[in-house]
Antibody, heavy 119, light 110 residues
Framework: QVQLVESGGGVVQPGSSLTLSCAASGFTFSSHVMHWVRQAPGKGLEWVAA????????HYADFVKGRFSISRDNSKNTLYLQVNSLRAEDTAVYYCARDYSGSWTVDYWGQGILVTVSS | QPALTQPRSVSGSPGQSVTISCTGTSSDVGGYNYVSWFQQHPGKAPKLMIH???KRPSGVPDRFSGSKSGNTASLTISGLQAEDEADYYCWSYAGSSTWVFGGGTKLTVL
């Protein structure tokens, strides 16, 4: 069955960097566009970034402003999100999600990983 | 500020129907037939309920239906059940390989 497992979260200081990982299994990872979505505590969902199945095309929400970088390693079935210059407002649960092929949406989500930015 | 506007809350009694609206612009909801709806229970990951405006993935009850008119999409849940109580989010393709969410609607089953 399809599984997405995020890791790499935790408590970090403002201004620091972090790399989130999403290990995929149960499907052909290299065939799917992948997304990152985040959710601040008590707030709504916010689309962060997407990457094409081959990793050659990357797209970001406007608020990212060059601080985040999405990447993937298809040989390891793993998606990444590098987040730099972290701010308190980046505190959120970060989800990876699989594109529902041809439907311009996502169907499977990971359980999410919490990133807390605090001094 | 979420790009798509949803009511903060809606409510209904078991067996009734409720409709949740999602208003965007011609650059997102109105410009593409790529509106999705997600259900999220507390502490859980979102679940896809509707995609492509009105298509139900396998396993989603036919009590859930979607539609769109102009820049506004809607999710209708008929025959409300207690387990439908959750947060609901709309999500739309916004062009240039970007996507936007609505602010979410809390559904209370009275």
């Amino acid at each position: 069955q399809v599984q997405l497992v995020e890791s790499g979260g935790g408590v970090v200081q403002p201004g620091s960097s972090l790399t989130l990982s999403c290990a995929a299994s149960g499907f052909t990872f290299s065939s799917h566009v992948m997304h990152w979505v985040r959710q601040a505590p008590g707030k709504g969902l916010e689309w962060v970034a997407a990457i094409s199945n081959d990793g050659n095309n990357r797209h970001y929400a406007d608020f990212v402003k060059g601080r985040f970088s999405i990447s993937r390693d298809n040989s390891k079935n793993t998606l990444y999100l590098q987040v730099n210059s972290l701010r308190a407002e980046d505190t959120a649960v970060y989800y990876c999600a699989r594109d529902y092929s041809g439907s311009w949406t996502v169907d499977y989500w990971g359980q999410g990983i919490l990133v807390t930015v605090s001094s | 500020q979420p790009a798509l506007t949803q009511p903060r809350s809606v409510s209904g009694s078991p067996g009734q129907s409720v409709t949740i609206s999602c208003t965007g612009t011609s650059s997102d909801v109105g410009g593409y037939n790529y509106v999705s709806w997600f259900q999220q229970h507390p502490g859980k990951a979102p679940k896809l309920m509707i995609h492509g405006v009105s298509k139900r993935p396998s396993g989603v009850p036919d009590r859930f239906s979607g539609s769109k008119s102009g820049n506004t999409a809607s999710l209708t849940i008929s025959g409300l059940q207690a387990e439908d109580e959750a947060d609901y989010y709309c999500w739309s393709y916004a062009g240039s390989s970007t996507w936007v969410f609505g602010g979410g609607t809390k559904l209370t089953v009275l």
